[in-house]
Structures are given as structure tokens and as C-alpha cells.
């Protein structure tokens, strides 16, 4: 089946992360991400857990990944309204 396909039908696994916070330290701001990952059609509980990362880490390791994966249509579509913060700021 499709990805989509199983998304809709809750048999893909869901990785969920939120920004919710920041501190600075040091001179450089950490940005709190309260992250969570469960399988729908699967009864367990979600594992969450919570870190801190600096913007170039959340740019190198998530946004540029899944930015070349998706392509530049596929992604203007699902993230054109927000795009990801400009180098040394978050939006």
C-alpha cells in the first residue's frame, strides 16, 4: 500500500515533535522539543520523551532531510505557508 494509505489507516508509525520552549545558555538558545512516537493499530502506549537542540541541528538532521525527500513541489505544498526559520533565528 501507498504510504498515505497507511497513514490513513493507522498502520504507519507516527513520530510527532513539538516545539515547546527555549533557553538560552551560554550565549546560545536551545530549543525544548517535546517528541512522541506510537503505531495507531498497535495497542501500546507512545513512547514521548523530551530534548533540547539548537537550530542548526533541527535544520541539518530534520528540515533539510525531509526537504530534499519530498521534493520542491511536494514540499512547497505541505510547508510553503511556514517555512523553516532563517539561519541563526527561529521564525
Do not use: M, N
Amino acid at each position: 500500500a501507498p504510504p498515505l494509505a497507511r497513514v490513513r489507516e493507522g498502520r504507519q508509525p507516527l513520530l510527532e515533535i513539538a516545539v515547546v520552549g527555549f533557553e538560552e545558555v551560554e550565549g546560545q538558545t536551545w530549543y525544548a522539543l517535546q517528541c512522541a512516537f506510537w503505531r495507531p493499530s498497535v495497542d501500546v502506549r507512545r513512547a514521548e520523551w523530551r530534548c533540547h537542540r539548537r537550530l542548526v541541528q533541527l535544520r541539518k538532521g530534520l528540515h533539510d532531510p525531509v526537504k530534499e525527500a519530498l521534493g520542491p513541489d511536494a514540499y512547497a505544498l505541505h510547508f510553503g505557508s511556514a517555512p523553516f526559520a532563517s539561519p541563526g533565528r527561529f521564525a
